[in-house]
Nanobody, 120 residues
């Protein structure tokens, strides 16, 4: 059974930083791409960043240069380092297991989501 548990969210001031973690279990983590998505109130869920099984990365234009996705296969964990946060980054962030080793449509397994609020 696939399980994804996000942590690290919270309230931060504009310009601040947070690091999200997603601990994964129930599948061969090193063989799958992983993604971070977010959903703001009244908006559709969107891909923020993805990482392939080999470490290739993708970023949405809105977060390029500010966010960094990484993975630790020994710990079955994927991270999202978020710097220079803006109020428009406020959303619930979700971890997702890719369908294969490369980037593509999201898989069916999602974490529970974690709130990130950027506000002064």
């Amino acid at each position: 059974q696939v399980q994804l548990v996000e942590s690290g969210g919270g309230l931060v001031q504009p310009g601040g930083s947070l690091r999200l973690s997603c601990a994964a279990s129930g599948f061969t983590f090193s063989s799958h791409a992983m993604g971070w998505y977010r959903q703001a109130p009244g908006e559709e869920r969107e891909l923020v960043a993805g990482i392939t099984s080999n470490g290739g990365t993708y970023y949405a234009d809105s977060v390029k240069g500010r966010f960094t996705i990484s993975r630790d296969n020994a710990k079955n964990t994927v991270y999202l380092q978020m710097n220079l946060l803006k109020p428009e980054d406020t959303a619930v962030y979700y971890c997702n297991v890719g369908r294969g080793s490369g980037l593509g449509p999201p898989g069916t397994a999602w974490g529970q989501g974690i709130q990130v609020t950027v506000s002064s």
